[in-house]
């Protein structure tokens, strides 16, 4: 019988869990289903930047850490527009260490990967602002371009 680990497993194991994205909130940094994430053990407490991979009921998410309060992190995928609060260190399963894009290793403390981190957290209001727009013009043209129904 062939029995799947868990990430914790791996992790507590090897001291590593190596894996596909599934899902497109990372993107643009992360491809779903084509880009491999190195997740290691956390080191205390996260800082700004760091990406943990955590645990949200049943489900795994891999977001961004925009905000480092006192009991807790305000987290966020680079492609979302809602930052959700609360999340705290029981529930971390590990944090990324680097990934995998194509055939190029991208280390977190990589300097081009750390000036990314920085500019996409610094730009999300105008991201935020973009998305919101986009969504309305998207909702303006479905209004005066209905499809047809087949």
Known sequence: MNERKTIEESLEESGIYVGLTKGVSMRPMLREGRDTILITPTAGRLK???????RRGEDYVLHRVVEVREDDYVICGDNCLEREYGVRDDQIVGVLSGFRRGGKY????DARYLLYAKLWVGLYPIRRC???LRGRVYQCLRRLFPRKKK
């Open 48 to 54: 700004k930047y760091d990406v943990p991979l955590y």
């Open 106 to 109: 991208v280390a977190i403390d």
């Open 130 to 132: 973009f998305m919101r």
